[in-house]
């Protein structure tokens, strides 16, 4: 059974910085690309980045480019979001989710963890 | 890179069908294959309902289907079902390893 749990949120002031981290399970996890989707409460889904099998391949939406930084370690079968100058429209829940290619569907998801920007 | 274009609801009775549309431009759904549509419960993740236009996973039921005319995607819930009462979005990859997602429909069961 695939599972991703993702692990890491929390509340944190603006400005400052968190890593999020996904576990993987019951896959071949370097077979697969994978992503971050976020989603504001109350809101819709927002695509936040996407890693290929290899991190040959990585894109980001424009709204966090250059403060988020998505990463993997096959290995430890995990994928990681590290996010800094976290503003508060960055409040949401954030999904861990696996494609078949960056540029595809996302065929399993997380619970999500949440992510509270707030002085 | 813009949210693509999704009415905000959508409704019908049990037993009709309804099409929920999706609109992009010629850098997103207009250019790639790649649309996919996702349903989500109140409380829940989201799941995957199409993928690539017009494909289903498996355990999904053919009451779902989806197509594309130029920079336009849709998706038809034939037979609605009390269960298909939720949150409906649609997706594109959107060219250098990104993708966008519409901004939702609530569809209503009446």
């Known amino acids: 059974e695939v599972q991703l749990v993702e692990s890491g949120g929390g509340l944190v002031q603006p400005g400052r910085s968190l890593r999020l981290s996904c576990a993987a399970s019951?896959?071949?996890?370097?077979?697969?690309?994978m992503h971050w989707v976020r989603q504001a409460p109350g809101k819709g889904l927002e695509w936040v980045s996407g890693?290929?099998?290899?991190?040959?391949?990585?894109g980001y939406a424009d709204s966090v480019k250059g403060r988020f930084t998505i990463s993997r370690d096959n290995a430890k079968k995990s994928l990681y979001l590290q996010m800094n100058s976290l503003r508060p429209e960055d409040t949401a829940l954030y999904y861990c989710?696996?494609?078949?290619?960056?540029?595809?569907?996302?065929?399993?998801w997380g619970q999500g963890t949440l992510v509270t920007v707030s002085p | 890179q813009s949210a693509l274009t999704q009415p905000p609801s959508a409704s019908g009775s049990p037993g009709q069908s309804v099409t929920i549309s999706c609109t992009g431009t010629?850098?997103?759904?207009?250019?790639?294959?790649?649309v996919s549509w996702y349903q989500q419960h109140p409380g829940k993740a989201p799941k995957l309902m199409i993928y690539?236009?017009?494909y289903r996973p498996s355990g999904v039921p053919d009451r779902f289907s989806g197509s594309k005319s130029g920079n336009t995607a849709s998706l038809t819930v034939s037979g609605l079902q009390a269960e298909d009462e939720a949150d409906y979005y649609c997706?594109?990859?959107?060219?250098?390893?990104?993708?966008?997602f519409g901004g939702g429909t609530k569809l209503t069961v009446l």
């Open positions: 997706s594109s990859s959107a060219g250098s390893n990104k993708q966008v």
């Open positions: 010629s850098s997103d759904v207009g250019d790639y294959d790649y």
């Open positions: 989710a696996k494609s078949r290619v960056v540029r595809a569907a996302a065929d399993y």
């Open positions: 890693i290929s099998w290899n991190s040959g391949k990585i």
């Open positions: 019951g896959f071949t996890f370097d077979d697969f690309a």
């Open positions: 690539e236009v017009t």
